[in-house]
C-alpha cells in the first residue's frame, strides 16, 4: 500500500473529462495539460465490501483499516468489529449485517453473495448509478439463480427491498465483475520480498470505473488506507506518471505491469473479456516466445476486480526480461524499456511523481503505489516518457 502523503489543499481542478471514444466506451481524456504528479482525480466509494467472512476480524467493518486490539462490535449481529465509536455509529450495510450469523454458518460463501447483500443494502438512487455503469452479459444464469434464491433465503420479508429480482441480481454481479477495486493488505512487515498478503475488501468508484485500461499506463492509483489522519481513507487519488497532452486518454492499468505478454492477455480476457491491443501488446506478440498465442486470452469472459497495483511473485516477466535481455530482439522491439526503467519499483508497484509544489514546480521525488518508497527520481523529471 501507499505511504502517508498529506491530503491535497483546496478544491482540485477538474483535469479528466468523460468522453466516448469508438471501440473503448466510455472514457476519461486530458481537459487540459497535465503535469507530472498532477492528481488527476480523487474518488470516493459508492460501495465498500469485505473480501470474505475470514477478514471480519481483521479490517474494520466501516473503514476497512487494521483493526485495534480492542475493537467495538456490532451491537446488532456481534459479527461485525468496529476500530472507532464513530465507525461503529456509521455501521455496515444492513442487509449485510442481517445475514452475517447465518452466514458464518456456511464459511465457504461465496464473495458475490457479501457483494450483493451490500449492494442491496444502497438506496435506490446508489442501485442506479451501480446499474449503469458498463458490464458485459447482464442476464441471469444458473450461477446468478443460485445466488439469488441464497438471497431470498437471508433476507426476511419485511426487509427486501423494492428493486429485488433475479434480474437485478445478475446485472449487479454482471457490474461488480468489471468494475470493482480491490483493497489491498499492506506489504507483509516480517519479509522484505514484496510479498503481498491479500485483499481485504473490494469497492465500487463511479468516476474510477471510467479509466480504460493500458499496459502501459500513463496514470496510476494511490491509496491511504491505514493512514490513520485521513477521515476518508478509502478515498482514491490517481496521479498522472508523466506529461499528458490536452485531449489524450487517461489509463490505468488493470492488471501488474510486471506480467508478461500472455498473462496480461489471458487476466484481461477471463476478467473483463476483451483482448487488449494497445502499442505494448502489438509490439510483444510479435515476439518469438509470444507468436501462436492469438488465442492465448481464452474464449471464457468472466472477471474479478481492477488491481493496477499488484506485486505478486509470479508477475515479474517484463523485469526480468529488462535485466536478462531479451535474446535476439533489440531496442526497437523493447521502445518500452525506459518505462520499466523510469516507472516499475523493485517491488513491482508503479512510481508516480509526488504532486507539483507550490507554484506548479514539479517534484524530484516519486512515490511507489505498491510499497509506499518515497525517494528521489533517478532520471530527473522530465515529464515525458
Known amino acids: 500500500m501507499s505511504s502517508s502523503q498529506p491530503n491535497p489543499t483546496g478544491p482540485l481542478p477538474p483535469l479528466v473529462r468523460p468522453v466516448e471514444i469508438p471501440g473503448r466506451g466510455r472514457s476519461l481524456v486530458a481537459s487540459g495539460p497535465i503535469k507530472p504528479g498532477q492528481i488527476v482525480l480523487c474518488d470516493s466509494p459508492l460501495l465498500l465490501y469485505p473480501s470474505s467472512l475470514s477478514s471480519l476480524p481483521s479490517f474494520c ?3 476497512f483499516r487494521v483493526l485495534p486490539s480492542q475493537p467495538l462490535p456490532c451491537s446488532s449481529c456481534h459479527v461485525a468489529l468496529f ?3 464513530r ?3 456509521l455501521s455496515h450495510p444492513p442487509l449485510l ?3 452475517l450469523p447465518p452466514l458464518f454458518s456456511v464459511p465457504s460463501s461465496s464473495p458475490d453473495l457479501l457483494f450483493l447483500l451490500s449492494a442491496y443494502s ?3 438512487s446508489s ?10 452479459s447482464p442476464f441471469p444464469n444458473e450461477s446468478t439463480q443460485i445466488l439469488h434464491s441464497q438471497l431470498c433465503s437471508l433476507i426476511p420479508p419485511n426487509l427486501i427491498p423494492v428493486n ?3 434480474e437485478t441480481t445478475a446485472a449487479l454481479v454482471s457490474k461488480e465483475k468489471v468494475n470493482s477495486f480491490c483493497l ?3 506489504i507483509s512487515s516480517k519479509n522484505g520480498d514484496g510479498e503481498v498478503t491479500g485483499v481485504r475488501a473490494y469497492g465500487i468508484y463511479l468516476s474510477a470505473s471510467l479509466f480504460n485500461h493500458d499496459c502501459l499506463p500513463n496514470a496510476c492509483r494511490f491509496d491511504y488506507i491505514d493512514d490513520p489522519n485521513r477521515e476518508n481513507n478509502t478515498d482514491f487519488t490517481f496521479r498522472a506518471l508523466h506529461d499528458i497532452a490536452e485531449g489524450s486518454e487517461v489509463c490505468i492499468s488493470y492488471v501488474s505491469v510486471t506480467r508478461g505478454y500472455r498473462e496480461r492477455q489471458k487476466m484481461l480476457m477471463e476478467d473483463y473479456g476483451f483482448k487488449c491491443e494497445c502499442d505494448r501488446c502489438h509490439i510483444e506478440s510479435r515476439w518469438k516466445e509470444n507468436q501462436g498465442d492469438e488465442e492465448v486470452a481464452g474464449d471464457e469472459n468472466g472477471g474479478e476486480e481492477m488491481e493496477e497495483i499488484e506485486g505478486e511473485e509470479d508477475g515479474e516477466g517484463e523485469m526480468e526480461m529488462m535485466e536478462e535481455g531479451n535474446g535476439e530482439e533489440d531496442d526497437e522491439d523493447f521502445p518500452h524499456q525506459y518505462f520499466f526503467l523510469r516507472y516499475v519499483c523493485e517491488c513491482g508497484g508503479t512510481l508516480a511523481p509526488l504532486p507539483p509544489l507550490h507554484g506548479g514546480v514539479s517534484s524530484d521525488m516519486v512515490e511507489c503505489n505498491l510499497c509506499g518508497t518515497v525517494r528521489k527520481d533517478e532520471f530527473g523529471n522530465t515529464g515525458c516518457v
Do not use: E
Not at 442501485?127 to 458485459?136: E, F, V
Open 87 to 89: 465507525c461503529l455509529s
Open 164 to 166: 429485488f429480482s433475479p
Open 83 to 85: 476500530c472507532s465509536a
Open 97 to 99: 449485517c442481517h445475514a
Open 127 to 136: 442501485i442506479l448509478q451501480l446499474l449503469s455503469l458498463h458490464s458485459n
Open 61 to 63: 467493518s466501516r473503514c
Open 122 to 124: 444502497l438506496p435506490s
Open 184 to 186: 489491498m493488505n499492506p
